[in-house]
């Protein structure tokens, strides 16, 4: 049976068990609930559209957390409105097809139907809901909606993805623990607060619980995203690896990303699975330091190109131990090429000899390289007779287990069984973290008519009490929420401050992020370095990306010059001084081009992504050093990479073809970027004279 026809079908199955209890539930919903409900519902959807990102890439949004609450303080009607609105969130926010919406509300509809029929049955009445008595109900109802609502999952993924139904299970119980874990810890606390009696109790832990979980996602954000600004570093530099040696389109990702759904499935550490990612996506990264002729050769390769190009395995676990924070990926870089059998190189290793990283590159490289091959009719049998001789057996056999060999092609990814959306950022840890121990609330307040008050009713004084006063007053709030980062001068504090409307008082929430900014310091120099590192190894040393209290050294030496950049007319001004600069030093034609047009692009790019700019020209002895500034937006760091070493590369801040000129004309770069302008210092070494030097002519 086609698999899109199984999918819809089991979606159309659930869809008729759950729509009908939609209906019935809606029906019988009582009136006076309704109002509870609806507001329960847009907070579980702005859970729903604000969710935390996990470590293996999936994605938490604790809405589960309001079901629960309202199906036992209310009923299963209540809880099904909360399903319905909530559902209707995830709708308009991700583009869901209607179809997959309503599979989805159905889902958690069955789920709530079920888990409050069992609660009913073994517990009594919904809605009569005690502290001591109720943990155990509490704790079974929400295993049994867990239970049923992943069940329903599972069935669903084994069915697209062709798996075991026991493989599913595996992948999906972590997660299906943690959110049974968060939802039983903070669901229970809620409903443990008998709402008839104490409304405002209620209504102030659920809105502080939201705000919290808000808060943490914020963080886990910060940290996503330096992970993912590491991996798109990586990443960028594979590109301009495989366009300089001709190497096929995304094989180094492919193979990357292969390699880690391997290790993952081993179950090795998240350090290790990383180590094995990053050296798998520079596993070919050597073979930009040899010559460009020996991959585009027709037929075999003589003893000799043969023996140059197993050099590059080597070449390659030099520049990436240079590399900071992936320097252990170097000796899997190394080995990559070695035989289970020992037929290998560079050191003919053989069996468990051979670094397990290694072993699970080559058996990605394998794999990649069969798929991608024209002349190989069967590649599943061709990779099969890869055991026992160039590849470890049991690694064989969980590339046959994991990977697809029916589909592949120029854009696809192949090997890889997994969601749609999900991403490898698995580093992510909350347990334990001293981020979350050190943040905490300062001040949970509430506002009116322009004074703050305590939560008992007394008068109180907060942290930057005029500047959040004028947040609250003139900042727009939208669905009744807002936050903003404020700053506490004399105590050099940074609060982050979140604002909430509650009818005639607004509740106000003060987190210290004093933490967090020096985090987010420490980790954006951080990848500055490795930016630094990957760009220097890239380019064998040539080019370098400096700090801004490095330029300080750069504008030393004999200074000749200086040029505003401003207009078309400043270009050709900065143009004609160096070439009668470089004509009055007897510097040859050739080498007179080369800086000229290196200078050219520099210069030029000036007026197109700056405002104006300068050009500094220094001599100091031999070398010439010429020093471009600007006043553009900088180029972000995550784009770097692509716009300094891809050739063609262009953007609204890159430089198109002029950096890759600069690489091969000049002798040394150096780049300082930043959102207040870009800096570039060019220097060639003008020892490479016409005149020859036994005429003794001053230079």
Known sequence: MPILLKEKGFMLIVIGFGLPIILIQLWSLEKTHIPFAILIAILAGILEIFPIELRNGKKLSCSSIFNIVVLVQMGIPEAVIVVLIASLFLFYNSKLSFISWLFQASQCAVAVFLSGFVFEYFFGKLGVFTYITSVFAFACTTFIYFFIFFAITMIYKSLVFSQNFSDVLKTEMNDTLLAFAVTFILGFRLAAIDYDQQPFPFWFETIFAVAVFLFARSIAQVLVRHRKNHLTTLENITQYMEQKVHLPKGHSKRVGDLARRIAEELKLSPKHVDAVHYAALLHDIGKIQMEHEIFQKRGALTLEEEK???????????????????????????????????????????????????????????????????????????????????????????????????????????????????????????????????????????????????????????????????????????????????????????????????????????????????????????????????????????????????????????????????????????????????????????????????????????????????????????????????????????????????????????????????????????????????????????????IERRKNIPL
């Open 308 to 690: 140059l190009y197993k050099q590059h395995s080597e070449l390659g676990a030099k520049m990436v131990s240079a590399i900071s924070g992936i320097e252990k990926a170097a000796q899997y870089v190394r080995f990559h090429h070695e035989q289970w059998d020992g037929k290998g190189y560079p050191d003919g290793k053989k069996g468990e000899e051979i670094p397990l990283g290694a072993r699970i590159i080559a058996a990605a490289n394998e794999y990649d390289k069969l798929m991608h091959s024209s002349g190989i009719i069967n590649q599943k049998k061709a990779f099969q007779n890869l055991k026992n001789t160039k590849l470890d057996p049991k690694l064989v056999e969980i590339v046959l287990k994991i990977a697809d060999f029916k589909k592949a092609g120029k854009d696809h990814h192949p090997g890889l069984i997994q969601a749609q959306n999900q991403q490898h950022f698995h580093d992510i840890k909350y347990k334990g973290s001293k981020l979350l121990k050190d943040f905490a609330v300062v001040q949970a307040v509430f506002y009116q008519n322009g004074s703050f008050y305590h939560i008992n009713g007394e008068k109180v004084q907060i942290p930057c009490e005029q500047q959040i006063k004028s947040l609250i007053t003139n900042h727009p709030i939208q669905n009744g929420y807002a936050h903003e980062f404020i700053e506490d001068v004399p105590s050099r504090k940074m609060y982050n401050v979140h604002w909430i409307c509650l009818e005639k008082k607004i509740l106000c929430l003060l987190f210290d992020v004093s933490h967090l900014r020096e985090y987010e310091r420490k980790q954006e120099l951080r990848i500055r370095t490795i930016y630094r590192d990957c760009l220097y190894a890239v380019t064998q040393g040539k080019l370098t990306l400096i700090e801004r209290e490095e330029l300080k050294s750069f504008n030393q030496g004999e200074k000749i010059a200086e040029f505003p950049v401003s207009e078309k007319n400043d270009v050709a001004a900065c143009r004609t001084f160096i070439d009668q600069l470089l004509k009055d030093r007897h510097i040859s034609e050739k080498k007179r081009y080369n800086v000229l047009l290196s200078i050219s692009e520099a210069v030029t790019n000036v007026l197109k992504h700056a405002v104006e700019g300068k050009m500094k020209v220094y001599l100091n002895h031999d070398w010439l050093k010429v020093i471009v500034e600007d006043k553009g937006n900088g180029i972000k760091l995550s784009e770097l990479p692509k716009s300094i070493l891809l050739e063609g590369y262009s953007s609204k801040r890159s430089f198109g073809h002029g950096f890759s000129i600069m690489l091969k004309m000049m002798d040394k770069i150096s780049i300082y970027t930043s959102t207040e302008g870009t800096t570039i210092i060019l220097e060639v070494d003008l020892k490479d004279r016409l």
